[in-house]
């Protein structure tokens, strides 16, 4: 008997039975019985892998369930939101064509949208709250329109329905990392597409850095081309890691959109706070429509803008964050755990301080992000670290 080569060691068949949890396709490409069958894989005759860059079974798994979720034709996956909303640009801007956005946006999001003027893409924006805005600012070369169900960071709340019917035929797109398929389905509402950043709620762990798009076979079909070509494609362990997270997304939904809540009145009654930005609560400018669009809450995010007491902003945040060790400081949002951001240093800081301040995000601005913890640990925990702004 002639020993086997150690490179083909390692192979197993899967036997009578299959894994209760879905295992992960950690693989470069698929071996392909023969030309005949590669033609019908290539053609859509055949359902199945070839290179993972394109395809693997746990990315076809995750983008099925991102559109059951979302309740739409087709999903697809990225390497992460950026890589989504990217896909977006590439696949229906040329130059000469326009691009209307809503003024407050994800920073980086923002970012993407100027850096589409070097190739000949022209936008502008409109405030959200006015539909009419979007539809005098419509040009015939308007290719699509980009909002966020929920701004960031100041929790702007976008009426969906009247958007999509400002817009007429021209295709909205929206990002709902803020809000999940759990509190809204914008594709059900007339949006031609939904992205999420999936290392947000969608995985709800802080441990992935994925995207995902939801919308008709169609573009879908169109955003993968593009993921290939360009390299956005996302890989199988963080599908599979996204996959576990979306198990107990709606439990997670439901007690952080709680949680948020109560703390956001605990916080706009403290004497060191100047102003909550919540939609739940009643001076919110958005406070009405959330309450029509989310009976369930706006998902986890709470901005707070601080009593600076003759510091500076950044003073005064810094303060704070070294009189809460349990409450890390972390550029991003919606892990397990509660946790803060500074807009004007991190998703903002490429915007001037004019503009900044125009848009409402001032040095003293926190964004926080609630996680799981309870509600009595987390007054307790805001509540001592605000108390040392005011000695």
């Known amino acids: 008997m002639s020993e086997e080569p150690v490179v083909r060691m390692g192979e197993t068949s899967a036997g009578v039975t299959r894994p209760s949890v879905s295992p992960i396709y950690q693989t470069t490409a698929f071996d392909v019985p023969d030309l005949e069958i590669l033609q019908q894989l290539y053609t859509g005759q055949l359902t199945g892998d070839i290179y993972t860059r394109d395809s693997n079974p746990g990315m076809r798994a995750l983008a099925q369930s991102i559109a059951d979720l979302e309740q739409t034709e087709a999903g697809a996956v990225f390497a992460s939101g950026m890589g989504a909303l990217g896909s977006i640009f590439l696949t229906l801007l040329s130059a000469g064509d326009h691009v209307l956005t809503a003024q407050s946006l994800y920073g980086k999001t923002l970012q993407l949208a100027s850096r589409m003027q070097r190739f000949g893409i022209s936008v502008s924006a409109f405030d959200v709250s006015s539909p009419d805005q979007l539809t005098a600012q419509l040009q015939p070369n308007t290719r699509f329109v980009l909002v966020e169900t929920v701004a960031n960071p100041l929790l702007e709340v976008a009426d969906i329905p009247a958007l999509v019917a400002a817009a007429g035929a021209v295709p909205l797109i929206v990002d709902s990392t803020f809000t999940t398929p759990e509190l809204i389905r914008p594709c059900g509402l007339g949006a031609a597409a939904v992205i999420h950043s999936a290392s947000k709620y969608l995985n709800g762990h802080g441990d992935v850095m994925l995207g995902v798009a939801a919308g008709s076979a169609q573009l879908m079909a169109r955003l993968n081309e593009t993921a290939s070509v360009f390299g956005q494609n996302a890989n199988p362990f963080e599908c599979w890691l996204t996959q576990r997270g979306l198990r107990t997304l709606p439990l997670r939904m439901r007690q952080i959109c709680s949680t948020a809540g109560r703390l956001a009145q605990f916080l706009a009654t403290h004497p060191a706070v100047l102003k909550v930005h919540h939609p739940s609560l009643p001076q919110h400018p958005s406070h009405s429509l959330a309450g029509r669009m989310y009976p369930q809450g706006t998902g986890g995010i709470i901005a707070i803008e601080l ?36 807009p004007a240093l991190t998703s903002h800081r490429f915007l001037s301080p004019e503009v900044r301040s125009a848009a409402g995000i001032s040095d003293a601005l926190l964004r926080i992000s609630v996680g799981l913890e309870p509600l009595d640990v987390l007054v307790q925990e805001f509540d001592a670290g605000l108390k040392t702004l005011l000695k």
């Open 307 to 342: 009593q600076t007491g003759g510091r500076t902003g950044i003073e005064t945040v810094n303060q704070f964050m070294h009189s809460v060790p349990q409450l890390p400081f972390s550029p991003t949002l919606a892990d397990a755990r509660t946790t803060l951001s500074h």
